[in-house]
């Protein structure tokens, strides 16, 4: 992703206040971003108005690049959790700085490439896994992405509720509550302030149980 860093300069700069869309579900653009700073979610609008959480986009991460390239109507939608700053770019105009920078167009298929086999592990957990073991899985992802050190931990910068988290690992809201309740009381995680921090042990007591 730091090749992505280096060709910034043939996007446009833009800010995304706390809750604001980034993009819209359906929408055909070829419009796609990298978040530079902040957190961005991606999210499936079902056709009985639920949501289907897929994902939580830091920086240094690219979203919506799929249908900015393939032209058909998005298949999600996102929205900044939190105030983020995110450089736009657009597909359609990208193919004359691929000829004079192959190495942003192999940094971009990498960065699909990635994302896809991402999505393959999540589906493959989600089908062979334990409600538990899918919700430990998901905390400790976004840990090693999106958190920052804490004393007893790593600390998840944004707050997950429960549905969300439910959303994310296809279980319902009450196994979350009964699963994170149980991780508490075995000293697997804590909530400080409402942010949930991974210990450090969580790692091998995942090892464990897949052992």
């Known amino acids: ?55 939580f986009m830091g ?33 359609d105009r990208l193919t004359e700085v691929f000829r004079d920078r192959p190495d942003f167009a192999s940094a971009l298929l ?22 538990d073991e899918r919700i430990m899985e ?14 007893n931990g790593r600390i998840l910068a944004t707050k997950l509720t429960h549905e969300e988290i439910a959303a994310m690992t296809g279980t319902s809201r009450v196994t979350v509550t009964r699963t994170i309740q149980r991780l508490r009381d075995q000293k697997i995680i804590e909530v400080v302030d409402g942010h949930f921090v991974i210990k450090p042990q969580i790692a091998s007591i995942r090892h464990t149980r897949n052992s």
């Open 110 to 131: 990498r960065t699909t490439t990635i994302k896809q086999r991402i999505l393959a592990i999540r589906l493959e957990h989600l089908v062979s896994r334990e409600p």
């Open 59 to 91: 920086p240094q991460t690219i979203v919506g690049e799929g249908a900015a390239f393939d032209g058909l109507p998005r298949f999600s939608c996102a929205f900044a959790v939190e105030d983020t700053q995110a450089v736009e770019f657009d597909a």
């Open 1 to 55: 992703m730091n090749v992505i860093c280096e060709h910034l300069d043939v996007g446009r700069r833009r800010q995304f206040k706390k809750n604001e869309a980034i993009y819209e579900q359906g929408e055909v653009s070829s419009k796609f971003f990298y978040i530079e700073k902040g957190l961005a979610q991606v999210s499936i609008i079902r056709f009985d108005g639920t949501e289907m959480l897929l994902e």
């Open 138 to 151: 998901l905390l400790q992802r976004l840990a090693s992405m999106f958190g920052t050190e804490h004393a």
